[in-house]
């Protein structure tokens, strides 16, 4: 009779402690991820939805475009494709698409960056005179030259690889922002 209830008192506590232990454990997980979430770019997560709505469209060029509409919304509004440009420039962007560049598939990734820099050219070629005189004002004041140089020192700060297979778009903008400082 002792037995069982020795035996009795020993199972609960087993069972007592394990359900610490598992609390324990889904607390201490649960802050590990939130810590990891915080210290990914915040611009990351769309820009990992705006990727996974188009990364099975077989043409590069159109798959960039789905990317860009599922991350900014219809491209047929200005605002939209200004708003587009611009996060070319904007630091968290930047991180963000260079962790998508790193983690996509080797056989798509410069097909990726070609689209992208195909996009920038056409954007400034489809820029009308009021357009383009917006933007220029707005790259040309002070927060527009702090925000260039954040990006060149962002851009610079990565790897020697990454910065050659990108060198397709940085052209691109360079040659925009070129266009626009001498209308």
């Known amino acids: 009779m002792q037995t069982k209830v020795v035996t009795a008192k020993s199972w609960r506590t087993f069972w007592r402690v394990a359900g610490l232990t598992v609390l324990v454990l889904a607390v201490v997980g649960a802050l590990v991820v939130h810590r990891f979430r915080q210290r990914l770019p915040a611009a990351l997560m769309q820009d990992i939805r705006a990727g996974i709505a188009a990364r ?3 043409d590069a060029d159109l798959r960039f475009q789905k990317y860009l509409e599922g991350r900014y919304g219809p491209l047929s509004d200005p605002a939209n494709r ?3 440009f611009l996060d070319f420039f904007n630091v968290e962007h930047i991180r963000a698409l260079q962790l998508l560049v790193k983690h996509s598939p080797e056989n798509m990734r410069q097909a990726n960056i070609n689209a992208s820099a195909k996009w920038v050219e056409q954007y400034r070629q489809s820029l009308n005179p009021q357009e383009h005189a917006e933007l220029s004002t707005q790259l040309q004041s002070p927060e527009g030259r702090a925000m ?14 990454y910065r050659g297979q990108t060198a397709p778009v940085i052209s691109q903008l360079l040659k925009t922002i070129a266009s626009l400082q001498h209308p």
């Open 82 to 84: 200004r708003k587009a």
């Open 148 to 161: 260039l140089q954040q990006a060149t020192a962002q851009y610079n700060s990565q790897d020697v690889e």
């Open 56 to 58: 099975n469209i077989p």
